[in-house]
């Protein structure tokens, strides 16, 4: 499904967020399912039957029923299950198809997700079934991705990469601080080392080279449309040394800061 096209999702009528009620069960039919059915445990406990094979179900448990399946379930009556499900069917080839079950522990967004897509039919919002066959692709990359990466790497790997940009974005919004590498690998919770090899990694430079090309392109901007001198754009970014802020200026754009102004 990772190449299915939006148009291509066809919604069926069945959508909603339900709480079961205590006696609720879902009896095995003599048919199988016909169309793919998105099922989500928001609270509670249960038992979810696919073709002969039992899931315990909890917060957090999903499921992609396939056309074709066999499925029943039940609950704990104290503990009823919270249930969001929709139903649709696809009109092109389908590859790539999500597992058929995962327990989701990172469920922020794809609730997220879930959420609006219920809320875009319970008014008569504008486009509706045009945004929500978009909110139902990215519910399916969700649930590849989870498929397709370790839950542990996937979320410390998540971690770090947020936390290197936004130390990118800190020195980028800061150029006139002389940043050092241990108190930016101090702000990422890494050690220096570390910090300064996977910022390389991702970002493509050393951070002190980031850290010159920032405030280099932060001079280009001020000399050519804040009306600022050279003397005043070296002290304005920390330059002690308005000859060594030339010689930087020019060895990173081959043209003096005279020039440009």
Known sequence: MLHV???SLVLQPAFAKIVCEPGWRWARREKPIPNYDLFYVWSG????????TIYEVSKGSCFLFRPGDYTSATHNPQKPLVLTYIHFKVDEVVDHVPERHRVLT???DFEYMLSRYVRLFLVQTYAAEEEAKLVLKQLIIHLLREDNEAPVEKKASNQLTEAIHEIANYV???PSIAHRVEDLAMRAQLSPRYFSMKFKEMIGMSVQ???????IERAQHLLMHAGMNVTEVA???GYRDIFFFSRQFKQYTGR???EIR
């Open 5 to 7: 096209s939006p148009d």
């Open 45 to 52: 406990e249960g038992e979810v039957e696919i073709n002969g």
């Open 106 to 108: 990172d469920t922020v």
């Open 172 to 174: 980028r919004q800061n």
């Open 209 to 215: 080279t980031y850290m010159i090309r920032t405030r």
């Open 235 to 237: 002290d304005a970014l």
């Open 256 to 258: 003096s800061p005279s």
